[in-house]
């Protein structure tokens, strides 16, 4: 990891001492990430946000676009064929992303790309007094249904004052209720773990 905050610092990611990371993210992604998110943000706030639209829209465009996906995921390229092919749809107006880019395909993971991008949303979730809320259902919620669960949420004391940024996962074992992780915390409503108590209880009762 020393290797790459070398290799970022040679990018212009030189990172000053004030600056510092909201959370500290221990993987090899994470600290991709970190050390995109202190570049931009040691140039100024402005710079973070801009550079966290420009992750969001190439990582929406990564999910859509099966020629970009193709080129990410394509272990044949050389690195030389992989810049040419990023310069092509990285504008000059996102320098950021294209560094962190470039230094991913140079150092063969550029296939993790979205997982550097997950990383650096939680970054900027924490940088942004955000609290994450992970909503897993065996099937998709309709919006009223999410909205009266965020409502909920929002004035409970898990909140903490926070604002809080739902995501509905759906994950069909999940049967009946719901499992909802806010920060770290985790609250099983699912049908699954009232089985599981109800058969406890009987156990202890025999």
Do not use: C, W
């Amino acid at each position: 990891m020393a290797s790459i905050a070398r290799t970022v610092a040679r990018r212009g990611y030189a990172t000053a001492s004030s600056v510092k990371a909201p959370v500290q993210l221990n993987s090899l992604t994470g600290t991709y990430a970190t050390s995109a998110y202190l570049a931009a943000l040691k140039k100024s706030s402005k710079e973070l946000e801009s550079l966290a639209k420009d992750i969001e829209s190439f990582g929406q465009k990564l999910k859509t676009d099966d020629k970009l996906a193709a080129l990410i995921h394509n272990p044949t390229l050389s690195a030389s064929e992989r810049q040419v092919a990023l310069d092509k749809v990285v504008p000059k107006s996102q320098p950021y992303l294209s560094n962190l880019l470039s230094i991913l395909s140079e150092n063969g993971r550029l296939s993790s790309a979205d997982k550097v991008f997950a990383d650096f949303n939680t970054l900027m979730s924490a940088y942004r007094g955000e609290l994450e809320v992970v909503v897993t259902s065996a099937e998709a919620l309709d919006s009223k249904t999410m909205a009266r669960l965020e409502k909920a949420l929002k004035g409970s004391a898990l909140a903490d004052g926070k604002t809080l940024k739902f995501t509905n996962k759906v994950n069909p074992s999940v049967l009946g209720g719901l499992l909802v992780d806010i920060g770290d915390k985790t609250i099983d409503a699912t049908a699954a773990t009232r089985v599981n108590r109800y058969n406890a209880a009987l156990a202890q009762g025999v």
